[in-house]
């Protein structure tokens, strides 16, 4: 299973980006997915996520600026930020919960990181 995401960029304090990130792979379903971001120096924080049935929760921080959204046919997730400011640097990853089912009906359950990409907010 693996996960592409493109988007990121350099964009000046109150400008937009759009972040998506495809699966592939040995995919039978996808339930959770999300989008987490990590500032220089920092920890790798949880920024948004969405279920398979479109529930969505975002950080304090991204609450209102931010929206998650999936399609769920094209195995994508997408991130439309408005509003950057430049606390919002750093690299973004995408993460999906996944299910592969097997064909003698067992089947297997984990998780998959897309390999970052960078959002850079200048002031």
């Known amino acids: 299973v693996q996960l592409q995401a493109s988007g990121g960029g350099l964009v000046q304090a109150g400008g937009s980006l759009r972040l998506s990130c495809a699966a592939s792979?040995?995919?039978?379903?996808?339930?959770?997915m999300e989008w987490h971001r990590q500032a220089p120096g920092k920890q790798r924080e949880l920024v948004a996520t969405?279920?398979?049935?479109?529930?969505?929760n975002y950080a304090d921080s991204v609450k209102g600026r931010f929206t998650i959204s999936r399609d769920n046919a094209k195995a994508t997730v997408y991130l439309q930020m408005n509003s950057l400011k430049p606390e919002d640097t750093g690299v973004y990853y995408c993460?999906?919960?996944?299910?592969?089912?097997?064909?003698?009906?067992?089947?297997?359950?984990?998780?998959?990181w897309g390999q970052g990409t960078q959002v850079t907010v200048s002031s």
């Open positions: 792979g040995s995919i039978s379903s996808i339930n959770g």
């Open positions: 969405i279920t398979k049935d479109h529930s969505i």
């Open positions: 993460a999906a919960d996944y299910i592969h089912l097997n064909q003698d009906s067992t089947y297997e359950v984990g998780r998959a």
